[in-house]
Every structure is written in C-alpha cells, then in structure tokens.
C-alpha cells in the first residue's frame, strides 16, 4: 500500500513538472514573459508540496530552476547565464521555491494534526455515549440478579444473565471496531492472507448472533478459497450484517448471498427497512457517520464505526463496498478478489 503511495506522488510531480514545463514553453512562445514563467514555476512548486512531500517539492524546484535556465535564458538551450537579471531571477526563484515548499510542510502538518485531533474528539465523544449504554445494562441486569436472587425463578435469572452476556458481546463488539479504526487511522493495520473458505466465515458471522440468525437468510454458492485475514474479514461483515439487523424491522429478515462475478466474490448484505437515502449513501462508510441521523429507527443509532472498519478491512483486502440502490431496505455489497491479492 505505502509503495502504491510512493508511486503515485511520483507520477503526480513527474505530470505537474511535465504540464506546467509544456505550458511555460508555449506562454514563452507566444508572449515571452519570463515572469509569467515564473510564476508558473512556482506554483507548480506549491502544488506538488501540498500534495505529495518536501523532498519531492525540493526535487522539482531543481529542475525547474535547470530548466528556466536551460530553455528560457540566454543563451538557450545552454546551461551557462550572463544576464543579470536572469541570474537574479533563478536566484529568487530558488529562494522562493524552498521557502513556499517549507511552508506547505508546515501546512500539510498542521492539517494533519488538526484532523488527529478531530478524531481524537470524535472518539471521546463517541466512547461516553456508545460504551455508557451497554455498561449500564450490564450492571443493571447484574444489580437486579445480585439483589432479588432467592425471588427470581429459574427463567427470570437465565433471562437477565442472557441480556448481561449479549450487551457484553456488544461492548467486546464496539471496542474491537475501535480499535482497528485506530490502527486504520494511523497506518498500523497489519494482517497475514491465508487460504480460507469464505462460506465458513459468514458461517461463523451467523453464528455469533445467538438471538437473530433465524433473522438470517442465507444463500451461498461454491466458491474457491480467497486470501484474507479470517478474523479481520469475520469483523467486516458482521459489523454489516450488524447494521442491517438494527435497522431492519423485527418481524423482516435480513439476506446474505453470496456468488461469484467479475473475478470477484460477492457478499450481497440486505435488509428490509426504511433504506438509505441515496443522496447520503456516501456518507455510510464515514467514521463516526449514522444514517440513524437522517434515517429514524425504532431499534436504536448504531456507533458509526463499524461500517467504517468495514471498508477499510475491505479496502486492505483489495476489496471494495459500496451501496447499491434497491427498491426496499438497503443492500451493502462486498466484493473481494479471487486471485491471490497484493501483500
């Protein structure tokens, strides 16, 4: 992934050095203003700081700076100068270049550390609210079974620790998904791709809710062994099909099917509720975003992290979620490669 980083800022500059390198010729051509070159210059030196790195931005302001001299100063296509002024303006241009580049590191980092702290405050927020919930029902449940034991029959007792164990099960649910959306944040994601039957996982995300797999319809067709990470996979769709249980009416099931298309397994997760709105579909995979917000729904807002830890398990997968309009409830597809993706 950070290769595939690395080679698109270099790609990026080598395009912004080609354009801006093109059109300083042309503009010299035809009005032959060496400021306006220069300006040009500059600004492409501006761009490609802000939008890949330092050195990248320290790199191109030497060759532009070759360049200037080489195509704009007498004697052309030379890298000898005997006008003052041009050497006064490389001189400048030099000085300028270094200067602005430094400043969009200052920028690029500020912005940086500006969006840390957003998130920072996006999980404090998130966490009194999310990890209050299920911990005052646990210790509710487990009040009442402390203080009214010897009154309670059989049923009331194996009832109140049911509901202590799944709200358990969800605070284990919601601090997992916390914590690769963490990771995910700040680039510390790291996973081993085995060889494994993706029919057994979503088997295994059936599993897990004890109290709404006769909600689950399942439809799955044979297909070959993909390379994921189990457990990461395991959370990606369960936090899905988790959203889809939510906001899916009681007495509706929710379908998962599974097929194969494009070189790709698809996992189709659909629900029978109210929907998306296709104008914030977008917005889904966005940490921290609901769609309980624009979307009411008797059963409650989710936390707004876990279909965001979705797509980014997803995308390290080399995979891709997305939603797709339906004409009732809401349908998340996850596509993950066949072939064996890169490491």
């Not at 801006?20 to 060496?34: A, E, K, N, Q, R």
């Not at 040009?40 to 990248?56: D, E, N």
């Not at 509901?163 to 990771?183: C, D, G, V």
């Not at 992290?305 to 597809?333: T, W």
Request: charged share 15%.
């Amino acid at each position: 992934m950070w290769a595939n980083l690395i080679s698109t800022r270099y790609i990026f500059s080598f395009v912004v050095l080609f354009l801006v390198l093109t059109s300083t010729w042309i503009i010299d051509y035809v009005w032959g203003s060496p400021a306006v070159i220069l300006l040009l210059l500059q600004l492409a030196i501006v761009v490609i700081a802000l939008q890949c790195s330092i050195k990248l931005a320290y790199f191109s302001a030497i060759i532009e700076a070759l360049s200037f001299n080489f195509l704009f100063t007498t004697p052309r296509y030379s890298l000898q100068m005997f006008n003052i002024n041009d050497i006064m303006n490389l001189l400048v241009f030099i000085f300028v270049a270094f200067t602005t580049s430094k400043l969009a590191q200052h920028y690029r980092r500020q912005q940086h550390e500006l969006k840390q702290a957003q998130l920072r405050n996006s999980i404090l927020l998130s966490v009194s609210h999310d990890l209050r919930t299920p911990l005052a029902t646990i210790i509710g449940t487990l009040t009442t079974l402390k203080e009214y034991m010897a009154k309670l029959s059989e049923f009331e007792k194996q009832e109140l620790l049911d509901s202590a164990t799944a709200e358990s099960h969800r605070l284990h649910q919601y601090i997992e998904n916390l914590l690769q959306a963490t990771r995910m944040q700040h680039g510390t994601l790291t996973f081993k791709k085995l060889p494994v039957s993706i029919v057994s996982v979503i088997d295994r995300v059936v599993e897990r809710f004890s109290d709404g797999s006769n909600r689950i319809a399942l439809n799955t067709e044979k297909v070959s062994q993909l390379y994921i990470s189990s457990s990461l996979i395991e959370q990606a769709i369960f936090n899905v099909v988790d959203n889809a249980l939510r906001y899916s009416p009681k007495n509706k099931s929710v379908s998962i099917s599974l097929y194969c298309a494009q070189n790709y397994v698809h996992i189709d997760v659909q629900d029978h509720g109210q929907g998306i709105d296709p104008k914030y579909a977008d917005n889904i995979f966005e940490l921290f975003y609901s769609s309980h917000d624009h979307q009411p729904s008797d059963s409650g807002s989710g936390s707004g992290i876990g279909l965001a830890v979705s797509k980014g398990i997803i995308a390290a997968h080399q995979g891709h979620i997305s939603f797709i309009p339906v004409e009732q409830g809401c349908l998340i597809r996850i596509a993950l490669p066949i072939s064996k993706p890169e490491a």
